[in-house]
């Protein structure tokens, strides 16, 4: 095994249901930056909003990927992040142009910008959970035809490690969309139940 420093520790239950902690070294989060430094549309300095809780492990991933490539982290009351119609007013005025979300809160947020969609938005991350193209979420990237929708996968213990972002033309996207492919650094291998 490589040494690697310790960055975190954060407890999931994962698919078991027995609480863990899980140890996460400093060279995935590195090779997870460097990827995002050098994505032709995540690489760019955007105003990122500040999302995720800390006991999640894409906070991470916002907090560092916005600093590594000179954008602004843009930081929200509980009581706004948790209200789809607030965040929704926020993302729109505070010109918010990344987020990073789960499915479920970025299904939320499209029901809520049915009438007013959050035009500086340029790039949404989301992970954590299996991605949907919902009608809502579907006609939100519609009327956001600058905008793309990025699948990020990987379970806590190596954050994330597969990204498939989804084409421009939203009439092709399929209602569950591909967990993509491995990053550069990243090696897989496929197996059984054996």
């Known amino acids: ?3 690697t420093d310790l960055c975190y520790v ?6 078991t249901g027995e609480p863990k902690g899980v140890a996460m070294g400093t060279r995935p989060l590195a090779h997870l930056i460097a990827f995002h430094a050098a994505h032709p549309r995540l690489g760019w300095p955007a105003r990122t909003l ?3 809780p800390l ?3 894409v906070h991470f991933q916002e907090i560092f990927s ?8 843009v930081l929200l ?5 948790r209200d789809p119609d607030r965040l929704r007013t926020a993302v729109s005025s505070l010109g918010i142009e990344r987020l990073f979300m789960p499915y479920v809160a970025l299904q939320l947020l499209a029901e ?5 969609p959050p035009l500086a938005l340029k790039d949404v991350i989301s992970a954590g959970e299996q991605l949907q193209i919902t009608p809502a979420i579907h006609r939100l990237f519609e ?7 990025h699948n990020h996968y990987g379970p806590t213990e190596s954050h994330v490690v597969l990204v498939h972002e989804l084409p421009a033309q939203v009439s092709g996207w399929p209602a569950i969309p591909p967990i993509g492919r491995p990053l550069s650094h990243v090696q897989l291998a496929l197996r059984d139940e054996q």
Do not use: W
């Open 77 to 81: 009351e509980e009581a706004v992040r």
């Open 55 to 57: 006991s999640f492990d």
């Open 10 to 15: 954060l407890f999931t239950s994962g698919s």
């Open 143 to 149: 009327q956001l035809p600058d905008a793309r929708l």
């Open 1 to 3: 095994a490589v040494k």
């Open 50 to 52: 500040q999302f995720a």
């Open 112 to 116: 809520a910008s049915t009438a007013n």
């Open 66 to 73: 916005t600093i590594a490539c000179g954008g602004t982290l």
